[in-house]
């Protein structure tokens, strides 16, 4: 198995640019998660996908954030414009009902807004 | 905010050492999971327990769970450097939102050698 890979592992930006991370969850996984943490509020659910539908999105923290999910083998997380504040590590989980409750964490993006 | 919450922040004890992590929690749960996160990685799932369970071993750990109390706790015995990491408990809430997995701060454990 692959595990959740994402893209890219490090990301250094200006303010104001937009930034693109990427998701590939597990085949056959049809949950997919995206997690922000940081030192101070330490992992956070931003939002959550079954079947490629968004179900909970209530943990996107402002419009300058978005999720798409096109397909069951590809998501973005996407912020428009970036500001320093939202340097932290994201990470892209996935679950298949047949893994129960576990989910299986990517190794994270970590991005720096300077 | 946050549902589970570890303690302590940090841990440091030397090998051969028993580590003991705990985990309190505020609403009900349909189970309590621990994560392991080593510097610069992803997490990776440690250890389920259900709700209706009170303890559980795998290997080197051990985990307890107390509803009544609304804590549980992870147990790893004779320690070694490896198990230096952080520690997670998450909770996964009963009813409407029992997909969603709600993370602690973590437990930074050092085993020093």
């Known amino acids: 198995d692959a595990g959740v890979i994402q893209s890219p592992r490090h990301e250094v930006t200006e303010m104001g640019q937009e930034v693109t991370l990427r998701c590939k969850p597990i085949s056959g996984h049809n949950s997919l998660f995206w997690y922000r943490q940081t030192m101070m509020r330490g992992l956070e659910l931003l939002i959550y996908f079954n079947n490629n539908v968004p179900i909970d999105d209530s943990g996107m923290p402002e419009d300058r954030f978005s999720a798409k999910m096109p397909n069951a083998s590809f998501s973005t997380l996407k912020i428009q414009p970036s500001e320093p504040r939202d340097s932290a590590v994201y990470f892209c989980?996935?679950?298949?009902?047949?893994?129960?409750?576990?989910?299986?964490f990517g190794e994270g993006s970590w991005l720096t807004v300077v | 905010s946050q549902q589970g919450e570890e303690d302590p922040q940090a841990l440091s004890i030397q090998e051969g050492e028993n580590a003991t992590m705990n985990c309190s929690y505020k609403t009900s749960i349909n189970n309590l999971q621990w994560y392991r996160q080593n510097s610069g990685r992803g997490l990776v799932h440690l250890i389920l327990?259900?709700?209706?369970?009170r303890e559980k071993h795998s290997g080197r750990l051990r985990v307890t769970l107390d509803t009544s109390k609304k804590s549980s706790s992870l147990l790893i015995t004779a320690s070694r450097a490896a198990d230096t990491a952080s520690y997670f408990c998450a909770t996964e809430g009963s009813g409407g939102s029992n997909y969603k997995l709600t993370f602690g701060k973590g437990t930074l454990l050092t085993v020093n050698p």
């Open positions: 989980a996935s679950k298949s009902p047949s893994s129960g409750n576990t989910i299986y």
């Open positions: 327990i259900r709700s209706n369970e």
